[in-house]
């Protein structure tokens, strides 16, 4: 195919730079979008994911039960668990024989897809549609463990 040989007005670039101009013009004049954060909040969407959470049962107890799915369902392999078992004393008290002893999320590789929360066959962990990830300033504080994930448990509820 031929090269199509430039106009004389396309080499001085005259009618991109007043195209972009009239662009520049147009949304000068429009309401601004800016919010004053973190006075003002931004709405998010019903289908927003946010921060992990793990979830308790009814009784406080922790649902999630070591089984794995969430952190083999995770694309970006962001999930790591230690399974344990329950100790002979404490087997009345759970339902559940196993438990993850350590839970951990890697908050720079997560990529908030939301195939842990589906894979979870207990309900254990949900991602908050109210929260986002807060900036991090250091490497060691993107690795959220049972300390970050878990949701409080009212003392009044114990």
């Known amino acids: 195919m031929p090269k199509k040989e430039m106009t004389f007005f396309e080499r001085i670039y005259l009618p991109a730079i007043i195209q972009g101009l009239i662009i520049t013009l147009k949304r000068f004049f429009r309401k601004k979008t800016s919010i004053q954060y973190p006075e003002q909040k931004r709405e998010l969407s019903e289908v927003y994911r946010g921060l992990h959470v793990l979830k308790r ?22 999930i790591t ?34 195939l842990c929360e589906e894979a979870c066959p207990k309900a254990a962990i949900f991602l908050q549609n109210d929260t986002m990830a807060p900036a991090f300033y250091d490497r060691k504080d993107v690795i959220f463990g049972k300390d970050l994930l878990v949701e409080p448990w009212p003392k009044d509820k114990k």
Not at 101 to 111: A, D, G, K, P
């Open 81 to 114: 668990m230690v399974a344990a078992e329950r100790t002979k004393a404490e087997e009345h008290l759970y339902r559940e024989e196993k438990y993850a002893s350590t839970y951990e999320v890697n908050m720079l590789r997560c990529i908030f897809c939301g």
């Open 57 to 78: 049962d009814e009784e406080g107890r922790e649902r999630c039960t070591a089984c794995g799915l969430c952190a083999v369902a995770c694309p970006a392999e962001a």
